[in-house]
Nanobody, 122 residues
Framework: VQLQASGGGLVAAGGSLRLSCAAS????????MAWFRQAPGKEREFVAS????????SYVDSVKGRFTVSRDRAKTTVYLQMNSLKPEDTAVYYC????????????????WGQGTLVTVSS
């Protein structure tokens, strides 16, 4: 499995970015696709997830109403639309995929992309 994240950059507070994660190497039936982030000096945390089959989504409370996770099965790509960005959203964002049921936990995901940096200026 290969995951290639892209779309990070520098944006002012209140702005928007869309991250993409191109997935390849297998079919993703029954997989959960997730985004995590790691801010400087902090542990990596769960941001959002989407199930490949039904598109069921989950979010950490701090991004609910601002971020939207989605997947395009034809393009085997997962997206994270981030609106109303805040300086505290600054982090390296990682996409990951796995088949477990503990969507919020890092160890649910054996496959990780390389990360893309999002910087939100105040």
């Amino acid at each position: 499995v290969q995951l290639q994240a892209s779309g990070g950059g520098l944006v002012a507070a209140g702005g928007s970015l869309r991250l993409s994660c191109a997935a390849s190497g297998r079919t993703f039936t029954n997989y959960v696709m997730a985004w995590f982030r790691q801010a400087p000096g902090k542990e990596r945390e769960f941001v959002a997830s989407v199930t490949w089959n039904l598109g069921t989504t989950s979010y950490v409370d701090s991004v609910k109403g601002r971020f939207t996770v989605s997947r395009d099965r034809a393009k085997t790509t997962v997206y994270l639309q981030m609106n109303s960005l805040k300086p505290e959203d600054t982090a390296v964002y990682y996409c990951a995929c796995g088949t477990g049921s503990n969507w919020y936990k890092e160890n649910n995901y054996p496959n990780w992309g390389q990360g893309t940096l999002v910087t939100v200026s105040s």
